[in-house]
């Protein structure tokens, strides 16, 4: 099968990629790299079912000129402003990364025929909900970020073209996912602060932040589960754990993946790390178990992995 990949050079789509190509796949991999990093995508560079072509999917007509050449089966759509409090600054990042590239990829895939959509869409277009753990039919949605009104948006849009375009679509709402090839997140900053400085830890918020944390592998296994459990024109789920971290249990995992364990944690106060953070994240992932499908990790087991693979490749000050 012909695969497009957006956002291929980031976090999620490097873990996705090699395993897409071990499955016999072509895979093109589209980034322009503002988050994403070109050496994610070393080690398979030279597969030859494997294409990497830099590219800003913002732009409506070199997104169809690349979608028409290719003439992909399925689309994986990971692109995205993941950073929300970047967009909490740049207030057009999420309308022009999320929103637009959203909207010409569907308008790709109409264009030259493709059919089957996957989207990364995120548990933070619930907002602040009073339903938790908060189900796949709760509502009214009532985001607090950009980027979780532009993960909305998205939705509204591969519905839309789903329906008017015989494409069949798989949505998935993640709780936070980590493990190796992070672009940005709380194990990742807290590594590179304590590679700069292990005096102490600075952290966003009063550390009762708390939220299920799923390792990558996980998340994708989840995502090929659903996908190939589920058959109607628009098929959503929840991808989470039973369990939930909080910051404070992500320093302190941190901490001893570094072996700084007596290194102090400063908070900066406030129940919130930024503007648009949401404090208290449960989803509910019944829907997809009762298909068949559970995570390996709990939440705590998945920051711990994380962490360490965080130290392995960006900070580890002891053998």
């Known amino acids: ?29 589209v980034d322009n790299l503002f988050l994403g990093k070109r050496e994610h995508l070393e080690p398979f560079a030279s597969n030859p079912k494997f294409r990497f072509v830099e590219l800003d999917l913002v732009g409506r007509e070199p997104t169809a000129e690349l ?27 999420d309308l022009k990364a999320g929103t637009i590239v959203t909207y010409n990829v569907l308008d790709a895939m109409r264009l030259c025929g493709t059919k089957e959509i996957i989207f990364s869409s995120s ?9 938790m753990p908060t189900p796949e039919n709760y509502g009214p949605l009532l985001p607090i970020s950009l980027y979780a009104a532009s993960k909305l948006a998205c939705e509204g849009l591969i519905t839309a073209y789903a329906h008017n375009y015989d494409m069949k679509a798989w949505i ?50 989840g995502i ?35 072996k700084l364990e007596n290194t102090p944690i400063v908070y900066s106060g406030g129940s ?33 992995r994380a962490a360490a693979d965080a130290v392995r490749k960006y900070g580890n000050l002891k053998s």
């Open 1 to 29: 099968m012909r695969i497009v990949v957006t956002g291929g050079a980031g976090f999620i789509a490097s873990n996705l990629i090699p395993r897409l190509l071990k499955q016999g796949h072509d895979v093109l991999a």
């Open 67 to 93: 979608f028409a050449s290719f003439k992909p089966e399925r689309v994986w759509h990971l692109a995205a402003n993941s950073d929300i409090s970047f967009g909490t600054i740049h207030t057009d990042v």
């Open 123 to 131: 548990g933070a277009m619930y907002g602040e909900p009073t339903v």
């Open 172 to 221: 998935f709402r993640f709780g936070n996912i980590v493990g190796p090839n992070p672009t940005h997140g709380a194990i990742y900053d807290f590594v590179l602060k304590l590679a700069k400085d292990p005096s102490s830890l600075p952290v966003l918020g009063d550390g009762k932040q708390s939220k299920p944390y799923v390792y990558v592998e996980d998340c994708i296994d």
């Open 224 to 258: 090929e589960f659903g996908q190939s459990h589920s058959s109607e024109e628009v098929n959503y789920f929840n991808l989470t754990v039973d369990g939930w971290t909080s910051v404070a249990q992500i320093a302190e995992a941190t901490l001893r993946a570094m």
């Open 272 to 304: 919130r790390g930024w503007r648009g953070d949401i404090p208290t994240v449960r989803l509910d992932g019944s829907k997809i178990k009762k298909l068949g499908w559970a995570p390996k990790l709990t939440s705590h087991e998945a920051v711990d």
